[in-house]
């Protein structure tokens, strides 16, 4: 019962800790003269990927990869499925240009280049697949560009008007930032432990923990954000925020976890790439249909049910 226990108030932790680390650093670096737009495109935004980031270090030293890779999986599907749905249906969503062009595509590149990476069998021949360190190293790689071209927009549009940061002292910065990496360290093993018992309580695979509970926990800070986006008609944050993550999940959260130790993969998590796939498709589909570049409601209603149905797939499938 303690299990459960921690892993249902890790979440909670984790969150707050990645709330505490990223106001911490952002005061700290605006002290030592950092440019705001370094701040935001650094600690900032790492922030709602912390979670994630976090569990999957965990899962991957503990050899729980299938939590790993299930986690990133399930948190894309999630964000895109269920928060853009919910947010549309809160209020219709124009999306920019360079959104729509260049950044969705580069989130469906993601996806697609991680179901190529993963599949050796299918098209190497091996016996088994994995994502492996070499793999994750091109996955950072693509990380760094990406950082690069995110760098070239901000500069261009001057974003850096959009980063609120608190100030605090010095010593009042250091304690947040080591609250939030005690909050961080305890949280994500927390909920790591706390999906393996689940996993063997309910006699399913830990894939399913990953795609399902632990993906949707690590996510509330990018539902948070985008459902509050959506409400003051900030659309752009509201789907930026959630384009961003899903490229952040793929290139740099599965790259260091699968530097920390190789990713095996199972053939049957194909069907989760897959519709990581068919999200950014649908996606890009959608801001051509109807009204272009908006997401409207009625298509945040079609995501919002092809998630209850992809949901209720994966738990029949076990």
């Known amino acids: 019962m303690l299990t459960y226990f921690l892993f249902i108030i890790g979440f909670g932790i984790l969150i707050k800790g990645a709330d505490w680390l990223v106001d911490g650093a952002s005061s700290l670096a605006k002290k030592l003269k950092i440019p705001v737009i370094v701040i935001g495109l650094t600690i900032v935004a790492f922030g709602t990927s912390a979670p994630e980031l976090i569990v999957n270090i965990f899962a991957s ?61 299918l098209f190497d021949g091996a016996a088994t697949s994995a994502i492996t360190r070499i793999d994750g190293l091109m996955l950072l790689a693509f990380f760094v560009i990406f950082m690069w071209y995110i760098y070239g927009i901000s500069k261009r549009e001057g974003d850096e008007e959009e980063v609120k940061i608190k100030e605090f002292g010095v010593p009042k910065s250091l304690l947040f930032i080591a609250l939030g990496l005690v ?24 894939s399913l923990i990953g795609l399902t509970i632990v993906a949707a926990g690590t996510s509330l800070p990018e539902l948070a954000t985008s459902a509050v986006a959506a409400y003051k008609h900030n659309a752009d944050i509201a789907v930026g925020n959630i384009v961003g993550s899903n490229i952040f999940n793929i290139f740099l959260i599965l790259g260091v976890s699968s530097v920390i130790r190789p990713l095996p993969f199972r053939e049957t998590s194909n069907v989760d790439v897959m519709m990581t796939v068919a999200a950014s498709l649908a996606l890009f589909a959608f801001m051509f249909i109807g009204k272009k570049q908006f997401l409207e409601r009625w298509q945040g209603v079609f995501f919002v049910l092809t998630f209850i149905v992809y949901i209720a797939f994966a738990i029949i499938r076990g």
């Open 183 to 206: 909050c961080l360290v305890f949280g994500g093993k927390w909920i790591v432990d706390g999906a393996v018992q689940i996993a063997i309580t309910l006699g399913v695979s830990e």
């Open 61 to 121: 030293a503990q050899g729980r990869t299938e939590i790993a890779i299930g986690n990133i999986l399930g948190s894309n599907i999630f964000n895109v499925f269920l928060i853009l749905g919910i947010s549309a249906i809160i209020f219709p969503l124009a999306v920019k240009k360079n959104t729509v062009w260049k950044e969705i595509p580069l989130s469906l590149l993601a996806a697609i280049a991680l179901g190529l990476m993963a599949n050796d069998v």
